[in-house]
């Protein structure tokens, strides 16, 4: 039987369909610490959760180039709600190194929503016909509306771990249903709350082979992920997470303009939009936005490029595309501390958009893609040497 697929649905399609909806819910989704329940249906119903499903298995195969733009687009609505999607979509992409059934049986709803982490790493004890895995991973989006997860263990032969040659242990992502793990709802920060990423364990749980592969490139997909999308590697999906974090940049300097154009400060008879220091600060912001944004889509197309011309990336170009996704996010948090010296008391009340932006910049600049280390990390590769992110691999 052949997938069904959402005929002439586009990117404009879905962001139309979700713009009243996410706006709606965007504060009960901050407070309650998750998107709630009937805006995920909503998403769900317009196609947000099959972008980067394979087009075999009723996905819509969306290019980096629209991905990156639509979850730019979406995050500066609630950049919650572009985390979310961003996530359950890319995790898409380690789906293509299991079997061909083994990724039917995941896909068999083509919108199905997926939960994953990697941190800290679970045990799969070797057993006949597969793995018994035990964990509990942090960072699971969409942990409360997830039907599958994505699971990091390393492989135990007994007490002793499984290791390649050079010592290095073997790791693997097991695939669990949503009836195998239990949920914690323990997810309470600073910002990016309605993205409900609390932890997921799980406790014993049998894993066939067959849902289960070994920690590496990905360079053998099955046949329903043979298009052009998934060559990229998963920095496409990293990239995801400069594309959440323009949107909440372009959002603080969206309303720091309305805020300047509106306010004149305590005691002053000028507006704030006829100050100097704050003309030029509003005009650095948007050359910070602009060009973080111009980085980024001009990285991602020429590995899209590569791509469609049947090559993967190059650890150059990789090492790139975390250098763009790291100044995207870095920019994001520098424009929310721009537009707040900008906006003075009016961004430090929580009645204020500015106050959650400042709050989900900041948030999405501690993620293992986008802190500060991988600077470092990206500077090794760019001077010839080892780097201490094995994800480059990928």
């Known amino acids: 039987m052949t997938a069904p697929t959402l005929e002439r649905t586009t990117e404009n399609d879905i962001l139309a369909a979700l713009r009243d909806v996410v ?40 290019d980096p180039l629209t991905m990156l733009t639509f979850i730019e687009e979406l995050s500066v609505l609630d ?25 039917r049986r995941i896909f068999a709803r083509p919108d199905v929503i997926v939960a994953g982490a990697g941190f800290p790493l679970g045990i799969a004890e070797v057993v006949p016909g597969g793995y018994r895995v035990t964990g509990q991973h942090a960072f699971g989006t969409g942990s ?21 040659p050079d010592g290095s242990p073997v790791l693997v992502f097991a695939w669990l249903p949503a009836s195998q793990v239990e949920v914690l709802d323990n997810w309470d ?35 329903s992920f043979s298009g052009p999308v998934y060559r990229g590697g998963i920095y496409i999906t990293a990239a995801l997470v400069g594309a959440v974090a323009l949107g909440i940049g372009q959002a603080a300097l969206d309303e720091g303009k309305r805020v300047t154009l509106e306010k004149t400060p305590s005691y002053l008879a000028t507006g704030l939009a006829d100050n100097g220091a704050v003309q030029r600060l509003i005009a650095r912001a948007q050359a ?33 595309a975390q250098l763009a996704t790291s100044f995207a996010v870095e920019s994001a948090a520098k424009i929310t501390e721009m537009i707040h010296e900008v906006c003075g008391t009016t961004g430090i ?46």
Do not use: K
Request: overall charge negative; proline content about 6%.
């Open 23 to 62: 706006l709606a819910s965007r504060d009960a989704a901050d407070a309650e610490a998750n998107i709630p329940r009937d805006a995920v249906d909503a998403m769900r119903a317009a196609g947000a959760f099959r972008m980067w499903t394979p087009a075999p298995l009723g996905g819509l195969e969306t």
């Open 79 to 103: 950049a919650s709600a572009g985390w979310l999607i961003a996530n359950s979509n890319g995790l898409a992409f380690l789906a293509q190194s299991l079997p061909e059934p083994s990724a």
């Open 144 to 164: 409360h509306h997830a039907e599958w997860f994505s699971t990091l263990n390393v492989v135990m032969e007994g007490e002793t771990p499984r290791t390649y």
């Open 189 to 223: 920060t600073l910002g990016m709350r309605g993205t409900g990423s609390s932890d997921f364990r799980w406790n014993g749980v049998f894993v066939e082979e067959s849902m289960a592969y070994a920690v590496g490139p990905l360079d053998h997909p099955c046949s």
């Open 288 to 320: 910070q936005q602009g060009a973080a944004r111009a980085y980024l889509h001009q990285v991602i197309g020429g590995i899209w490029d590569e791509s469609r011309a049947g090559r993967r990336p190059t650890p150059a170009d990789v090492a790139e």
């Open 349 to 394: 009340r929580n009645s204020s958009r500015l106050a959650r932006y400042f709050r989900d910049a900041h948030t999405v600049s501690q993620h293992g893609f986008a802190s500060a280390a991988r600077w470092d990390s990206a500077g090794q590769v760019l001077l010839g040497r080892p780097s201490d992110w094995g994800f480059f691999n990928f």
